[in-house]
């Protein structure tokens, strides 16, 4: 059974950093893309950062220069790291990836439960 487990958030002061992790569970699971959404409080959600599987990688300008969305292959984990964060960044945030279970079909996508991230001094 395949699930995706968020962690690293918490309570951060502004100009602080974060690192979040996705951890994928599976046996043979491949990762053909992955991104992080956020939902603020006043509950819009929004495409932060996405990856391909290539390596190609796309940020919403508000966090574009801060924001860095990777991959560690061996271990199947995301990461998204944040850097000089600002109040606005708050939010939960939510790993969102492509995986495929199998080889040669087509990829799923799966979310993660979210994670709370707040700036504030």
């Known amino acids: 059974q395949v699930q995706l487990v968020e962690s690293g958030g918490g309570l951060v002061q502004p100009g602080g950093s974060l690192r979040l992790s996705c951890a994928v569970s599976?046996?043979?699971?491949?990762?053909?893309?992955e991104a992080w959404h956020r939902q603020g409080p006043g509950g819009r959600r929004e495409l932060v950062a996405a990856?391909?599987?290539?390596?190609?990688?796309r940020y919403a300008p508000s966090v574009e220069g801060r924001f860095t969305i990777s991959r560690d292959s061996s271990t199947n984990t995301i990461f998204l790291q944040m850097d000089n964060l600002k109040p606005e960044d708050s939010g939960v945030y939510y790993c969102?990836?492509?995986?495929?279970?199998?080889?040669?079909?087509?990829?799923?996508?799966?979310w993660g439960q979210g994670t709370q991230v707040t700036v504030s001094s």
């Open positions: 599976g046996r043979s699971v491949q990762i053909a893309g």
């Open positions: 969102n990836a492509q995986l495929r279970l199998r080889a040669f079909t087509p990829a799923n996508e799966y």
């Open positions: 990856r391909t599987s290539g390596g190609a990688t």
